[in-house]
C-alpha cells in the first residue's frame, strides 16, 4: 500500500510539473508539444477512368506515390459513355479525386462527334472531375516529352513513328498498333533528364502542353488541335510523391 501511495505521489507531482510547463508555453506562446497515440491513416485515392485500356492504365499505373493510391480502369468507352462509366464508379467508392482520361478523334464529316466530345468535358466538368483529354490522342501527351510540339495539326496515325524515332535509339520501342503499353523501358525514358536541356523530360512535356492549352479560348475542345490537359493529372499525381 505504501509503495502504490509513492507512486501515486510521484505521478500527480509530475502532472503537476508538466501542467506548470504547459502554462508558461501558453503564456510564452511557445508550442506544446504532446505525445499522441500513433494513428495509422488512409491514404486517399485517385481514381482514374481512361478510355483506353492499355495505354493510359499502364503509363499511371507506374507512378509510385508515397501520399496517395492510384486506382486506373480502362474501360474501352469514349466522351460521354465514358463519363457516365465515371460517375458510376465515382459513387461506389470514396475518391480524393476522379479524372477521366480521353481522346478527340475529329473527322470533318462528322460534327456529332465533336459535340459529344464537348459534352463529355462539360459533364465531367459538372461533376467536379478533373478532364485529361488529349486532341487527337493520348499519345500526343508523350511525344511532348521529346518533342517540343508547338501545337497546330498532327494526325495520331503520325505518332507512333515520331515517338518510336526518339526511343528506339535509346533502347525502348512503343507498339501503338498491337498491344499499345507503355513499357517500363519506355515510362524511364519518360521519367529521364533531357541530354540537350539537362532538364527531366516530365518537366518539359508539362511546360510544353501547357503552352500549347492556353494558346486557346476552351469554348470548343472539340477544334482545339494539338493539345492535351494530360499535364494537368500529371502534375496533380506528382505532389503526392
Not at 59 to 71: D, G, M, R, V
Not at 80 to 92: C, D, G, N, P, T
Request: aromatic share 10%; hydrophobic share 35%; net charge positive.
Amino acid at each position: 500500500m505504501m509503495k502504490n501511495k509513492k507512486v501515486a505521489q510521484i505521478e500527480a507531482k509530475e502532472k503537476h510539473l508538466a501542467a506548470l510547463n504547459a502554462a508558461k508555453k501558453r503564456r510564452r506562446g511557445e508550442p506544446i508539444l504532446e505525445r499522441g497515440k500513433p494513428t495509422k491513416k488512409e491514404k486517399p485515392t485517385i481514381l482514374i477512368v481512361c478510355e483506353g485500356e492499355n495505354t493510359e492504365p499502364s503509363y499511371f499505373e507506374q507512378f509510385k506515390l508515397s501520399l496517395a493510391t492510384i486506382k486506373t480502369v480502362g474501360k474501352g468507352f469514349n466522351t460521354v459513355s465514358l463519363v457516365k462509366q465515371a460517375i458510376a464508379l465515382s459513387k461506389k467508392g470514396n475518391y480524393e479525386k476522379v479524372w477521366c482520361v480521353f481522346d478527340a478523334d475529329p473527322k470533318p464529316d462528322n460534327p456529332k462527334q465533336a459535340q459529344n466530345f464537348n459534352a463529355a468535358v462539360k459533364m465531367a466538368t459538372a461533376n467536379g472531375f478533373g478532364v485529361a483529354y488529349s486532341n487527337q490522342a493520348f499519345e500526343y501527351w508523350l511525344l511532348l516529352h521529346f518533342e517540343d510540339h508547338q501545337g497546330g495539326a498532327m494526325n495520331r496515325s503520325d505518332y507512333e513513328k515520331k515517338i518510336n524515332s526518339y526511343i528506339n535509339k535509346l533502347g525502348a520501342n512503343y507498339d501503338g498498333t498491337g498491344d499499345k503499353k507503355v513499357t517500363e523501358e519506355f515510362f524511364d525514358l519518360l521519367m529521364s533528364i533531357d541530354d540537350k536541356t539537362k532538364t527531366e523530360r516530365i518537366d518539359l512535356a508539362i511546360d510544353r502542353a501547357e503552352r500549347n492549352y492556353n494558346k486557346w479560348s476552351h469554348r470548343n475542345p472539340a477544334n482545339e488541335e494539338s493539345t492535351t490537359r494530360v499535364f494537368e493529372l500529371v502534375r496533380e499525381l506528382i505532389s503526392y510523391q
